[in-house]
Nanobody, 123 residues
């Protein structure tokens, strides 16, 4: 079992930045592909960004390319999502997830999910 705890959400003005963290316990994160997902009110959950176990392969949804960046610190068992140039349409609950198969995580079929952290982009 992997327990994931997401943190770092909050209220930020358009154009601002936030860094989300996802801390894991129970298993070593290096064994898993990791992803960040989001769900806005009235919308389906979408895959935002996913990183492979090695860190060499990443997936970014088109709307965040060039603005968001995922990284992992396997020594700290933590994955980060750096979000820059935030837009109101980035407002959502963000979830982190872990899975053994990268393509499955990209598709939203992760094995473990953390609780969400609210990100609100508003002036």
């Amino acid at each position: 079992q992997v327990q994931l705890v997401a943190s770092g959400g909050g209220l930020v003005q358009p154009g601002g930045s936030l860094r989300l963290s996802c801390a894991a316990s129970g298993r070593t994160l290096s064994n898993y592909a990791m992803g960040w997902f989001r769900q806005a009110p009235g919308k389906e959950r979408e895959s935002v960004v996913v990183i492979s176990r090695s860190g060499l392969t990443t997936y970014y949804t088109d709307s965040v390319k060039g603005r968001f960046s995922i990284s992992r610190d396997n020594a700290k068992n933590t994955v980060y999502l750096q979000m820059n140039s935030l837009k109101p349409e980035d407002t959502a609950v963000y979830y982190c997830a872990a899975g053994q198969i990268y393509s499955q995580v990209v598709a939203g079929r992760a094995d473990y999910w953390g609780q969400g952290t609210q990100v609100t982009v508003s002036s």
